[in-house]
């Protein structure tokens, strides 16, 4: 399984309105696109010893296949709104995708 994070930076005092924007975002690519492929999700926002201004949008894959066709499933026509509304909150040049594989999980 594959952890696979999009980190970005926003503007200052921006938070809860970015927030807004990434849940109704998930939501519409957890319906309608291949991110239904996703075996949790985490939305993280800095707090303590991270910017505030620092949002980590992450999701549990089961195989790199399956993190590549959600990406490839971006372009689907009713995200485009969401990508919108974001894009001019993003710090340009901040975002970027980390990806991680999990080689123990605890409960």
């Known amino acids: 399984m594959f952890v696979c994070e999009w980190h970005?930076?926003?503007p200052f005092g921006r938070q809860s309105e970015v927030v807004e924007i990434l849940k109704a975002?998930?939501?519409t690519k957890?319906?309608?696109?291949?991110f239904r492929r996703v075996r949790s999700h985490r939305l993280l926002t800095g707090h303590v010893g991270a910017s505030p201004s620092h949002i980590i949008d992450s999701y549990v894959f089961?195989?790199?296949s399956d993190f590549d066709a959600a990406l490839k499933s971006l372009s689907h026509p009713l995200l485009k709104r969401h990508s919108d509304a974001i894009a001019p909150l993003i710090v340009p040049g901040s975002?970027?995708?980390?990806?991680?594989?999990?080689?123990?999980?605890?409960?």
């Open 95 to 107: 975002q970027h995708w980390r990806v991680y594989r999990i080689v123990e999980e605890q409960r």
């Open 62 to 64: 089961e195989t790199l």
């Open 8 to 10: 970005i930076d926003i």
């Open 25 to 27: 975002w998930n939501l």
């Open 30 to 34: 957890f319906e309608h696109t291949e």
